[in-house]
């Protein structure tokens, strides 16, 4: 029988913002639910009913009412309007928790020691940033762009940006020249904010050259401040009584524009709403991480993954904003563990790629150094079952540990935790409330305890409001609506479990074919590298001209290590053993680096093009990647 590795206690479940929100129905609303299944399949059976109960529970503000909670113009998802009349500021729900008891922002990097900014020093930067953008020339509506690290003056600068009005977009600062390019001219800013140069892994990277070309290739800027140079300075310390003040925008207006990785062509400028985004992630953040008012909240990230953007909102839920700036793994290991007992972390999340290398090392930090956190958080691929035990065997048996899938798509997550509900190992614990989430054969037919294709049914605020530049939406269109009409489909393999978590098994687009039986990636990851000669993988499933397929196996190897015939064989003994014989790959081949995304994200498809004779400029934006140079062992490996 499949034991949970936690269960909340009673004080936990009662302590909660969701048991709040319950109570809160309950006396509002008169409703009442069993148990959370129950209360799901009311959140999204009464759509716009559910939503209109988390704006009023949480009191968003807005300038003008609402005339309406959501209106179509058409049966498609695309164009659908939330709250129409409803007019508010982001940033002013950021500020309504300013105290003097507790700090907005707690805040170190690899060069500088872990810092408190006060809300009153937070306001007055964002004011006299803010005075700055409207001398400019900035209004509603406006792009402004930031090349920057993760800090405190980044945050400052995204809210003044929105307490203006305009529109925030950002790039971290391993981007390159053609990644920036590609992203930024689309959306046509009025002002560049960058960093000239940034600090990663106990090295200075000099960026004033990129900064300077990208300027140059930004016809619409009108002005580019570099965060080091006396211009900042000016502008940051121009006045210490400047008001704040807030521009209050529709609530379908533009808060953000993030993109797709760009693996393929010209990535997807995904145009995202300021109330969407609001009331997505307090309900996101709130009811399934229940973040407090009061607690701390750490999620590892650059300004170019969306989880930046999200875990900002952390602050909306009257948290402190924990940052950290540089790399995970210097000076050592442990870094941003002890950051998170230095600034007594609550929440702590990172990429399940942190946890499964992290937990390969042989440390006994948490023995030496417990604790205390609430939560700890898991994305951006999935949490092999290995890692959630070992998550509980050595960090902490209280935690409540949270996975969570979603994506830039909707800057926010649809699966992810729930405070009434026990962990299983490898399993996320629930469908988020609004999200009508199945799990859809070939035949469209929605299936339980058996792998399909993730859809969602139904409408969320979250979703974009469109691609910028996006001729009658039709990148919009292709990217989510081609397979299903009018059902959105992600491009994800689930598996929702007779526990009725979600168990993910990598990209349908990825997906691997043996005999017509489907095999998620993640399923031979788990198993590849959990053996302690293994670092990483690569599995790529090739569809031959005779119709037969061709399924290779990349790894990377430790230090010291041979891919000799003992290895090859416990590769595909663990794989018969773990999972099937048709998980075994044709063949196996030791390289030096899987190609990544700059988001991190493995690449299984570019590869597979590559592989299957397409150039290397179709197949893949190398500008793009993390390490472009690891394409170049695949280039001579046609195997078509």
């Not at 009811?287 to 875990?311: C, I, L």
């Not at 049914?457 to 397979?483: C, G, H, I, T």
């Not at 048709?582 to 196996?588: L, M, Q, S």
């Not at 690449?603 to 093009?609: A, D, F, G, L, R």
């Amino acid at each position: 029988m499949n034991l949970p590795l936690w269960t909340p206690s009673s004080s936990y479940i009662e302590q909660s913002n969701l048991k709040k929100y319950e109570s809160w129905l309950e006396i509002q609303k008169n409703l009442t639910f069993k148990d959370y299944q129950a209360l799901w399949q009311w959140s999204v059976d009464n759509v716009a009913e559910f939503w209109e109960s988390v704006y009023q529970f949480f009191q968003i503000q807005s300038s003008t009412p609402y005339q309406s909670v959501i209106s179509h113009t058409s049966n498609e998802m695309i164009g659908t309007k939330w709250f129409e009349g409803a007019t508010l500021s982001y940033a002013e729900h950021i500020f309504r928790h300013k105290n003097n008891e507790r700090p907005a922002i707690l805040f170190k990097s690899e060069n500088q020691p872990l810092t408190e900014v006060s809300w009153e020093t937070l306001e007055n930067k964002v004011a006299a940033i803010q005075k700055y953008l409207k001398e400019k020339g900035v209004e509603e509506g406006d792009r402004v762009v930031g090349y920057l690290p993760n800090t405190p003056d980044t945050i400052a600068i995204f809210l003044a940006v929105n307490s203006a009005g305009a529109i925030w977009s950002c790039c971290s600062p391993d981007f390159g020249l053609e990644s920036l390019t590609d992203r930024f001219q689309q959306v046509e800013p009025k002002i560049l904010f960058a960093c000239g140069n940034y600090y990663y892994g106990g090295k200075v990277f000099d960026k004033s050259g990129i900064v300077k070309e990208l300027a140059e290739q930004l016809p619409s800027l009108v002005d580019t401040v570099i965060l080091e140079s006396p211009t900042w300075e000016t502008i940051i310390s121009a006045t210490s009584n400047q008001e704040l003040t807030f521009a209050p925008v529709e609530f379908n207006d533009p808060i953000w524009i993030l993109y797709s990785s760009g693996t393929t062509g010209k990535p997807k400028a995904i145009t995202h709403s300021i109330g969407g985004n609001l009331i997505e992630h307090l309900k996101a953040l709130a009811f399934h991480q229940d973040v407090q008012v009061g607690e701390r909240y750490f999620w590892y990230s650059t300004t170019g993954w969306m989880m930046w953007n999200f875990a900002l909102s952390s602050m909306a839920c009257g948290a402190t904003l924990c940052l950290y700036d540089g790399s995970p793994a210097y000076p050592d290991i442990n870094v941003l563990w002890q950051f998170a007992k230095d600034a007594k972390v609550d929440h702590f999340g990172g990429g399940a790629a942190f946890y499964i290398n992290y937990m390969k090392q042989d440390t006994h930090f948490f023995k030496e150094n417990p604790l205390k956190l609430k939560t700890l958080g898991s994305t951006g691929s999935p949490l092999p079952p290995k890692a959630f035990d070992w998550i509980y065997e050595n960090i902490s048996q209280t935690l409540h540990l949270i996975s969570l899938s979603g994506g830039t798509d909707v800057c926010s997550a649809f699966m992810g935790g729930c405070p009434y509900l026990p962990v299983y190992s490898g399993e996320i614990q629930c469908r988020m409330l609004g999200a009508n989430i199945e799990a859809w054969n070939d035949e469209g037919k929605p299936v339980y305890d058996e792998v399909g294709e993730l859809v969602i049914k139904d409408v969320m605020p979250s979703m974009p409001l469109y691609f910028w530049k996006d001729a009658d939406n039709q990148k919009y269109r292709s990217s989510y609506f081609e397979k299903y009409a009018d059902v959105w489909t992600h491009g994800d393999w689930i598996k929702i479990t007779k526990n009725l978590g979600i168990i993910i098994y990598g990209r349908s687009d990825a997906t691997l074919n043996r005999d017509g039986v489907r095999i998620g990636t993640a399923e031979v990851y788990n198993a590849v590298e959990s053996l302690p000669e293994i670092k990483d993988s690569l599995i790529i499933c090739i569809e031959k001209t005779d119709g037969s397929f061709f399924m290779p196996l990349y790894v990377v190897l430790h230090s010291n290590q041979i891919l000799d015939d003992d290895l090859k064989n416990k590769i595909k003994s663990q794989l018969r053993k773990q999972y099937s014989p048709r998980h075994v790959p044709d063949a196996i081949y030791a390289i030096p680096e899987i190609p990544y995304t700059i988001s991190g994200k493995k690449m299984e498809m570019p590869i597979k093009k590559i592989l299957m004779g397409t150039p290397v400029e179709k197949a893949v934006s190398l500008d793009a990647m993390r390490n472009p140079q690891s394409i170049d062992w695949f280039v001579n490996q046609n195997v078509h």
